[in-house]
Each structure stands twice: as C-alpha cells, then as structure tokens.
C-alpha cells in the first residue's frame, strides 16, 4: 500500500474495462445484414391458389407487407391462397424464408404450367 491512501472497506472495487472497449474496427466491406427484399416490394411467390375459379398451384404476384429479423418474409396476396395441408389462409398472407426458392422477384424465372388441384369435397 502506498503512503497516504487511505482503504475503505465499504466501498465496491472498481471494474475493469476490457482492454478492447473504445477501438474501433475496419472492414473491408459492411457486413451484409440486408436482405434483397423490402416492404412494399412486388414479389412472386409459388403457392397454392385460386385462379379462374379453380384452385392451382403456380406463381402469383404478391406484395411484402413485412420482414422478420432478415430472416422470414410476410407476402399478402389479392386472391385466396392456402396452405400446403390445404386450409386457406384468411388474412391473404403467407410466411416464407428469405432465402427460399419459392419467392422470387416478379418476371425473373421461366414459366411453369399450372397444376390444377381436385379438391375431394366430402
């Protein structure tokens, strides 16, 4: 102990601060946190669907309503969409992945026919 300090044992030690707190960190390029999509954007998403009064399973061009953490996307359609289980969905609005290949910018895949579903009414 040096001379003329004086200890009090009620008062808490102090904390150290992490040599590393302060500094600053260069990156060659921004961390990539953003996703491709954005709310409000037009997007196409592979589903099933109601078209000409018959139910399909095809493209249908949709709008991103929201994005959850980069990681899921909420698309709201026009038409009825439904579930793979086949429940329709009443809110117009399916979750994907961001990164799924199910959802795709509009008019940058090839056409695919349509596959008509038989919907078994009991």
């Known amino acids: 102990m040096k001379p003329g300090k004086l200890i009090n044992p009620t008062t808490p030690k102090l904390k150290r601060v992490p040599s590393s707190a302060g500094k600053t960190y260069n990156f060659m390029k921004e961390p990539a946190n953003k996703s491709e999509f954005e709310v409000g954007d037009p997007i196409e998403a592979f589903c099933d669907h109601d078209k000409n009064n ?3 399973r095809g ?3 949709g709008t991103v309503v929201q994005i959850e953490n ?3 996307l909420a ?6 969409v439904y579930l793979t289980d086949g ?5 117009h609005i ?8 199910q959802v795709r910018i509009p008019g940058s895949g ?6 008509k ?4 009414e009991d």
């Open 110 to 115: 090839k056409k695919m026919p349509v596959i």
């Open 70 to 72: 980069n990681k899921l």
């Open 94 to 101: 399916l979750w994907f992945p961001i990164r799924s290949d």
């Open 54 to 56: 018959e139910r399909v």
């Open 117 to 120: 579903k038989i919907v078994e």
């Open 87 to 91: 429940w329709m969905v009443p809110d």
């Open 59 to 61: 493209w249908i061009k």
């Open 75 to 80: 698309v709201q359609f026009r038409s009825n």
